[in-house]
C-alpha cells in the first residue's frame, strides 16, 4: 500500500507541476484553438492523427465533435485519420508506414480545412509527412506536441508544446488541450440556450 500511495502522489504533484509550466504555452494553446474554431465557423473540415497513445486522443478529439462534449448541437464535420485499420494496413503495407496520414489527407483534405496530429516527441515520419502535407495543400496546422516540439513545432502552423519529458504527462495535458478546444467550439458555434434537463447529458456520461 506505501508503494500505490506513492506513485499516486508523486504522479499528481509530478502533473500538477507540468500544468503549473505550461501556463507559459497557453498563448500557444489560444491561438490553436481560435484556428480550430474558425476552421469550423468557415464550414471546413478537421482532420486528426497521432500514433498510439495519440492516436486515442486523435480519435477523442473528432468523435467528440461528431457527437457532442457537453451542449446539444448539430455534429461537426472530423475525420480521424487513425480510424479505418484497412486504409492504414494497405498504406502501409504498399507505401510504407511514413505515409499511413498523409495519403488520406492528400485524397480528403482541401483549402480552408485543417489537420490537428498529437505527437509526444515531435518526430514521428508519418506525422511529420502529414503536416509538410497540409502545408503543401494549403491545409493549416496544429500540432500538440511535448518535450522540445521535434522536427514537427517549425512544420505546424501553430504548435503547442507541453514542457515535459514525461510521455504520460504529455498526453495527460494533450487531453486536457483537447477538451479545452471543445468547450470553446461548443462556446463558439452551439447552441446559445442553455439545455433543458431532458437534454442534459446523464452525470457520469460527460466526455465519456
Known amino acids: 500500500m506505501k508503494e500505490i500511495e506513492f506513485i499516486v502522489r508523486s504522479s499528481a504533484r509530478e502533473l500538477g507541476e507540468t500544468l503549473r509550466l505550461a501556463e507559459e504555452t497557453f498563448p500557444a494553446l489560444e491561438r490553436a484553438v481560435f484556428l480550430f474554431v474558425q476552421c469550423l465557423h468557415q464550414k471546413g473540415t478537421i482532420f486528426t492523427a497521432g500514433n498510439g497513445g495519440s492516436a486515442a486522443d486523435a480519435l477523442h ?47 480528403l483534405a482541401r483549402p480552408g480545412d485543417l489537420f490537428l496530429c498529437f505527437s ?9 509527412s502529414a503536416l509538410r502535407l497540409a502545408r503543401s495543400r494549403s491545409v493549416r496546422s496544429i500540432a500538440f506536441l511535448g518535450k522540445d516540439g521535434g522536427q514537427a513545432a ?14 504520460a504527462r504529455i498526453q495527460e495535458l494533450h487531453t486536457w488541450g483537447l477538451h479545452v478546444i471543445l468547450e470553446c467550439v461548443e462556446k463558439a458555434l452551439g447552441n446559445r440556450e442553455e439545455p433543458r434537463r ?5 452525470e457520469g456520461r460527460e466526455g465519456a
Do not use: H, K, M
Not at 431532458?198 to 446523464?202: R, V
Open 120 to 128: 509526444t516527441s515531435g518526430s514521428s515520419a508519418n506525422i511529420l
Open 61 to 107: 478529439l473528432a468523435e467528440e465533435l461528431l457527437g457532442r462534449y457537453r451542449l446539444p448541437r448539430d455534429p461537426l464535420p472530423a475525420v480521424s485519420l487513425c480510424a479505418d485499420p484497412t486504409a492504414l494496413t494497405c498504406i502501409a503495407n504498399d507505401f510504407g508506414f511514413s505515409e499511413i496520414f498523409s495519403r488520406p489527407l492528400s485524397a
Open 154 to 167: 517549425p512544420e505546424a502552423d501553430v504548435a503547442w508544446i507541453v514542457p515535459s519529458q514525461s510521455t
Open 198 to 202: 431532458s437534454e442534459a447529458i446523464p
